[in-house]
């Protein structure tokens, strides 16, 4: 599911109660508030189930400062509704990371998430906490 092209892009789609995101490219605020509807609307489709994410993000180039503000509102609102697992696959990259770290970590979070290098790595730990995607199992994303 993709409607706008700012700055990036991305992928998002539902499989039973696990949402996959391919992001792309480097994202502005407006990408990241479109990004952050389109991930609440798949989220409250699942009728306050839990539910997890796998999110790819080797082809991300990071994103502007105003951008991270979003993000970390989004991560709070995905745990408040019912978010139990994150799963981040990508290369090394301390740029990257460091961005991540500062808008999916906080306090108040009691997801579990972890980083992964490997695709087939972040699903067999998905599948272990109980969300299987089968449509990428054995695939190379």
């Not at 796998?54 to 970390?72: A, N, R, S």
């Not at 998905?126 to 190379?140: E, I």
Request: aromatic content about 12%; glycine content about 4%.
């Amino acid at each position: 599911m993709q409607r706008m092209n700012y700055h990036g892009h991305f992928t998002l789609w539902r499989e039973n109660q696990l949402i996959v995101a391919k992001v792309y490219g480097a994202w502005s605020m407006d990408t990241a508030q479109d990004y952050a509807t389109q991930l609440k609307d798949l989220a409250l489709s699942m009728n306050g189930q839990p539910w997890a994410r796998v999110v790819f993000l080797d082809q991300w180039q990071l994103g502007t400062p105003d951008f991270e503000k979003v993000m970390k509102d989004l991560m709070s609102w995905c745990v408040s509704h019912q978010l139990k697992y994150t799963a981040y696959v990508f290369q090394p990259s301390h740029l990257r990371e460091h961005q991540l770290d500062k808008v999916i970590n906080q306090a108040s979070d009691t997801s579990q998430k972890k980083i992964f290098t490997h695709q087939q790595d972040a699903l067999d730990w998905l599948n272990s906490v109980g969300f299987a995607l089968p449509s990428l199992s054995n695939s190379k994303c």
